[in-house]
């Protein structure tokens, strides 16, 4: 920020002095911001101002409507997209009716400046003011504020907006990083996405459309237009924006009335939900949105467009988790890349670190950079320094992408890290710490324009300054160096296929009375309850429940209700009323006995001895069903099945199927005994190998060697499941994408010496020592 647009913005604020007893704390922003937006409109339009009343009064008679009135005045305005045709300023609107003479004047000026003071319900705040005696007082400071464009350039003026904004939302406890980014993110962004056109850089007259759909106050629209008008002024950059926050928008019209763009334009709305530039398509596209931000509010459109329009719509690739719409936002701008064959068009947008990686095979944030990767969009993703915005120091990333990679980048995706070009700030604002010199600006838009490697280097930056306070470490830790590195992958190096890897169930079984004795209560949300029930009511002494199939008593728990429910209520609060019910009902308790005793039936015949080959379970209990002379319907299969049996790593495997087909034990069908064997899977075991995309061969090749590598020498008795497809291609294995960024730049730092560390416990020790000594003295 400079020094002149920091005193405007402090000059400015002073009107909270005013304000401050009559107004909330949260309250002054928005009497402020209108304020100085109107002073700046004032300011501008002050060179032009006799031409349009001279122009006003040849109208005033001929009875045209607005539009062709505004037509006509703006001719006089000099090239100004907006007017006033009031003979009043803010210094002539006396003090005794300023509240009429204020609104009448605003009311003055053509639509589009008029619409601005709506969206700040400025009106409402007039006559609070006027209440409370301030009216005057306001206008009175605000007029003395030179805002005229030779005292403060557009772009300064930017900036002022900006800290006030920041103020602002830091005064009303709000995020004031939703609204705009720090003019050295902005001038990297633009940069980085403007650099690659020499054509709009160098061709006068040459016509160009920048987008942001998160506009804010309009920061990237106008640090694109500056970048370009440097270079070429005679160039023409047709600025389009949305935005949600409507005192945001009315900044961002304002700046782009000031600067003669269409305000038509710059939409007000959800961009995610309500498209209001539907089917433009442009050059450039800058967008800083909202980091972490839920989209549930709008989840039912924007499942209906995924789903309704799919490729034909913006989310057609996959939608990300409801808790965060980032990548909502990059599908968004990548819908409006102009096509290729018209010359195409290329985003900067900045995103955390979560869009890299979250996600696994599969989900949609994978298959969204899976639609990018392999649409060879990607062209370089930039790691910032942290503590860069204003109200969040985490990690964040400028994504670069284009429709129109030249031909030496095509197939390749540029990773630089600058993380550490930064330097710190000697005021903080907000969370905002550090800054990007104009340097270290230049050292990663130079890395990106060469598209090179580099391997890291030292950078000459201060090291971090650490607390001295305690004591302090005779040995310290050696701070790493900051360094500077870039790296170029090809793009299917950062996809996977993510293969699943089954193994047997191994299963034993055993009619013993521990076992069987289970069956007597439900398996289920029941169980313990039930079990408890039993010991408090049917084996104390008296008890006349039975095991006897006739007992008519068994299960009778109507006059302990009372009893049972205090105990449910206490120990298990989190039981249904139904289950209640299904407890209390002698049924439950019937049938759990039935189970139990056709289980001791079968235990007669087959015995209590444990079996370790659960493929003669089903012979064995048929055999045995036939011998007690019993029935077992499927539930009583079930739950005897399942009492009975259990996990055991040394038992042989279960059996699924015998197939007349050929062996093939990397894709589970193993020989044994001349037969080709198919094996249940343990779901326990389960477990899933990403394996690396390799274009060259085939995917059976790529996955059966990595296989026989990675799992099958550890694992013999392994195997893929081949019934795992992905949807697009039909290969064995998911397909996933992750850009472990932080990976391919780490920096290992031996952990510091022994001998040093126990050095220091030594002084440690001593010290604590001599202090114990002193107090007992």
Same mark, same amino acid.
Not at 491 to 514: C, K, N, V
């Given at each position: 920020?400079?020094?002149?647009?920091?005193?405007?913005?402090?000059?400015?604020?002073?009107?909270?002095?005013?304000?401050?007893?009559?107004?909330?704390?949260?309250?002054?922003?928005?009497?402020?911001?209108?304020?100085?937006? @109107?002073?700046?409109?004032?300011?501008?339009?002050?060179?032009?101002?006799?031409?349009?009343?001279?122009?006003?009064?040849?109208?005033?008679?001929?009875?045209?409507?607005?539009?062709?009135?505004? %037509?006509?005045?703006?001719?006089?305005?000099?090239?100004?997209?907006?007017?006033?045709?009031?003979?009043?300023?803010?210094?002539?609107?006396?003090?005794?009716?300023?509240? *009429?003479?204020?609104? !009448?004047?605003?009311?003055?000026?053509?639509?589009?400046?008029?619409?601005?003071?709506?969206?700040?319900?400025?009106?409402?705040?007039?006559?609070?003011?006027?209440?409370?005696?301030?009216?005057?007082?306001?206008?009175?400071?605000?007029?003395?504020?030179?805002?005229?464009?030779?005292?403060?350039?557009?772009?300064?003026?930017?900036?002022?907006?900006?800290?006030?904004?920041?103020?602002?939302?830091?005064?009303?406890?709000?995020?004031?990083?939703?609204?705009?980014?720090?003019?050295?993110?902005?001038? @990297?962004?633009?940069?980085?996405?403007?650099?690659?056109?020499?054509?709009?850089?160098?061709?006068?007259?040459?016509?160009?459309?920048?987008?942001?759909?998160?506009?804010?106050?309009?920061?990237?629209?106008?640090?694109?237009?500056?970048?370009? &008008?440097?270079?070429?002024?005679?160039?023409?950059?047709?600025?389009?924006?949305?935005?949600?926050?409507?005192?945001?928008?009315?900044?961002?019209?304002?700046?782009?009335?000031?600067?003669?763009?269409?305000?038509?334009?710059? %939409?007000?709305?959800?961009?995610?939900?309500?498209?209001?530039?539907?089917?433009?398509?442009?050059?450039?596209?800058?967008?800083?949105?909202?980091?972490?931000?839920?989209?549930?509010?709008?989840?039912?459109?924007?499942?209906?467009?995924?789903? +309704?329009?799919?490729?034909?719509?913006?989310?057609?690739?996959?939608?990300?988790?409801?808790?965060?719409? !980032?990548?909502?936002?990059?599908? &968004?701008?990548?819908?409006?890349?102009?096509?290729?064959?018209?010359?195409?068009?290329?985003?900067?947008?900045?995103?955390?670190?979560?869009?890299?990686?979250?996600?696994?095979?599969?989900?949609?944030?994978?298959?969204?950079?899976?639609?990018?990767?392999?649409?060879?969009?990607?062209?370089?993703?930039?790691?910032?320094?942290?503590?860069?915005?204003?109200?969040?120091?985490?990690?964040?990333?400028?994504?670069?992408?284009?429709?129109? %990679?030249?031909?030496?980048?095509?197939?390749?995706?540029?990773?630089?890290?600058?993380?550490?070009?930064?330097?710190?700030?000697?005021?903080?604002?907000?969370?905002?710490?550090?800054?990007?010199?104009?340097?270290?600006?230049?050292?990663?838009?130079?890395?990106?324009?060469?598209? +090179?490697?580099?391997?890291?280097?030292?950078?000459?930056?201060?090291?971090?300054?650490?607390?001295?306070?305690?004591?302090?470490?005779?040995?310290?830790?050696?701070?790493?160096?900051?360094?500077?590195?870039?790296?170029?992958?090809?793009?299917?190096?950062?996809?996977?296929?993510?293969?699943?890897?089954?193994?047997?169930?191994?299963?034993?079984?055993?009619?013993?009375?521990?076992?069987?004795?289970?069956?007597?209560?439900?398996?289920?949300?029941?169980?313990?309850?039930?079990?408890?029930?039993?010991?408090?009511?049917?084996?104390?002494?008296?008890?006349?429940?039975?095991?006897?199939?006739?007992?008519?008593?068994?299960?009778?728990?109507?006059?302990?209700?009372?009893?049972?429910?205090?105990?449910? %209520?206490?120990?298990?609060?989190?039981?249904? +009323?139904?289950?209640?019910?299904?407890?209390?009902?002698?049924?439950?308790?019937?049938?759990?006995?039935?189970?139990?005793?056709?289980?001791?039936?079968?235990?007669?015949?087959?015995?209590?001895?444990?079996?370790?080959?659960?493929?003669?379970?089903?012979?064995?209990?048929?055999?045995?069903?036939?011998?007690?002379?019993?029935?077992?319907?499927?539930?009583?299969?079930?739950?005897?099945?399942?009492?009975?049996?259990?996990?055991?790593?040394?038992?042989?495997?279960?059996?699924?199927?015998? &197939?007349?087909?050929?062996?093939?034990?990397?894709?589970?069908?193993?020989?044994?005994?001349?037969?080709?064997?198919?094996?249940?899977?343990?779901?326990?075991?389960?477990?899933?190998?990403?394996?690396?995309?390799?274009?060259?061969?085939?995917?059976?090749?790529?996955?059966? *060697?990595?296989?026989?590598?990675?799992?099958?020498?550890?694992?013999?008795?392994?195997?893929?499941?081949?019934?795992?497809?992905?949807?697009?291609?039909?290969?064995?294995?998911?397909?996933?994408?992750?850009?472990?960024?932080?990976?391919?730049?780490?920096?290992?730092?031996?952990?510091?010496?022994?001998?040093?560390?126990?050095?220091?416990?030594?002084?440690?020790?001593?010290?604590?020592?001599?202090?114990?000594?002193?107090? &007992?003295?």
């Amino acid at each position: 920020m400079t020094q002149t647009s920091n005193n405007l913005a402090t000059e400015s604020w002073a009107i909270a002095d005013l304000l401050r007893g009559d107004f909330r704390q949260s309250q002054y922003g928005r009497v402020i911001l209108p304020f100085c937006l @109107l002073r700046r409109l004032e300011c501008v339009l002050e060179a032009s101002k006799e031409a349009v009343l001279a122009e006003q009064q040849k109208i005033a008679s001929m009875n045209l409507p607005e539009e062709a009135q505004e %037509k006509l005045l703006l001719r006089a305005t000099g090239g100004l997209s907006f007017f006033n045709t009031s003979k009043m300023d803010l210094s002539r609107l006396g003090e005794s009716d300023i509240k *009429a003479n204020l609104e !009448s004047y605003i009311q003055s000026f053509s639509k589009d400046a008029r619409e601005i003071f709506e969206y700040f319900n400025f009106a409402e705040f007039i006559g609070q003011l006027n209440d409370a005696n301030l009216l005057y007082k306001v206008v009175q400071k605000v007029r003395t504020i030179d805002l005229s464009i030779s005292a403060v350039s557009n772009h300064d003026m930017g900036l002022v907006f900006e800290e006030l904004i920041r103020r602002f939302a830091e005064s009303s406890n709000d995020t004031a990083g939703e609204h705009f980014t720090p003019r050295d993110i902005v001038r @990297l962004t633009t940069s980085l996405v403007f650099i690659e056109d020499n054509e709009a850089l160098t061709t006068p007259g040459i016509i160009r459309t920048i987008y942001d759909p998160t506009a804010g106050t309009g920061g990237f629209l106008s640090a694109g237009m500056e970048y370009v &008008h440097e270079l070429n002024p005679n160039a023409v950059i047709r600025a389009y924006g949305q935005e949600l926050n409507p005192e945001s928008y009315a900044i961002c019209k304002a700046d782009m009335l000031i600067k003669g763009q269409e305000v038509k334009n710059i %939409k007000l709305g959800n961009t995610l939900s309500n498209d209001q530039l539907y089917g433009e398509r442009f050059n450039y596209m800058l967008s800083n949105p909202p980091f972490g931000v839920d989209w549930k509010k709008i989840e039912e459109d924007i499942i209906k467009e995924h789903n +309704e329009k799919g490729y034909d719509g913006r989310f057609g690739a996959g939608l990300p988790r409801v808790s965060d719409g !980032s990548l909502l936002f990059l599908l &968004h701008l990548i819908s409006k890349l102009r096509d290729a064959k018209d010359g195409g068009g290329r985003i900067g947008i900045i995103l955390n670190g979560s869009p890299l990686f979250t996600g696994g095979a599969g989900s949609g944030e994978s298959e969204i950079r899976r639609y990018i990767l392999e649409a060879d969009l990607l062209e370089a993703i930039v790691a910032l320094p942290t503590d860069m915005f204003y109200n969040t120091g985490i990690a964040t990333y400028v994504w670069i992408l284009s429709n129109k %990679k030249p031909n030496e980048k095509k197939g390749l995706v540029q990773l630089i890290n600058g993380s550490n070009l930064y330097s710190k700030m000697r005021k903080s604002l907000g969370s905002k710490r550090n800054e990007m010199s104009a340097d270290d600006i230049a050292t990663i838009i130079r890395c990106f324009g060469d598209f +090179e490697a580099i391997d890291a280097r030292e950078l000459d930056k201060p090291t971090e300054q650490k607390s001295n306070r305690g004591r302090q470490s005779a040995n310290p830790k050696t701070e790493a160096a900051k360094t500077f590195a870039a790296k170029i992958f090809k793009a299917h190096e950062f996809g996977y296929r993510r293969i699943t890897i089954e193994r047997p169930l191994r299963q034993s079984y055993q009619f013993s009375d521990e076992r069987i004795a289970t069956l007597r209560f439900e398996s289920g949300a029941l169980n313990s309850i039930m079990q408890w029930a039993y010991a408090e009511f049917a084996t104390l002494p008296g008890a006349i429940w039975s095991d006897a199939p006739d007992c008519p008593h068994y299960g009778e728990l109507g006059h302990h209700e009372d009893t049972i429910r205090r105990y449910i %209520k206490i120990h298990c609060a989190d039981l249904k +009323e139904k289950q209640i019910k299904d407890l209390l009902n002698r049924d439950t308790w019937i049938n759990t006995k039935a189970s139990m005793l056709k289980a001791q039936a079968l235990q007669a015949q087959i015995g209590k001895s444990q079996f370790d080959d659960m493929n003669e379970y089903d012979d064995a209990v048929a055999k045995a069903t036939k011998l007690a002379n019993i029935s077992l319907d499927a539930k009583d299969k079930k739950v005897i099945e399942a009492a009975v049996s259990w996990k055991n790593p040394a038992a042989l495997p279960v059996i699924k199927k015998i &197939h007349k087909t050929k062996a093939d034990p990397i894709y589970g069908l193993f020989n044994v005994d001349g037969k080709t064997i198919e094996y249940k899977a343990d779901g326990d075991l389960r477990d899933f190998e990403n394996v690396a995309l390799d274009p060259s061969k085939t995917v059976n090749e790529i996955n059966e *060697a990595y296989f026989k590598k990675e799992v099958q020498t550890h694992v013999p008795d392994a195997w893929i499941d081949a019934s795992k497809k992905d949807d697009k291609d039909q290969q064995i294995g998911i397909v996933g994408y992750e850009i472990p960024f932080n990976r391919h730049f780490y920096q290992y730092q031996p952990p510091r010496d022994l001998a040093e560390i126990d050095a220091d416990l030594d002084a440690v020790s001593a010290e604590i020592m001599k202090l114990l000594q002193e107090v &007992h003295s």
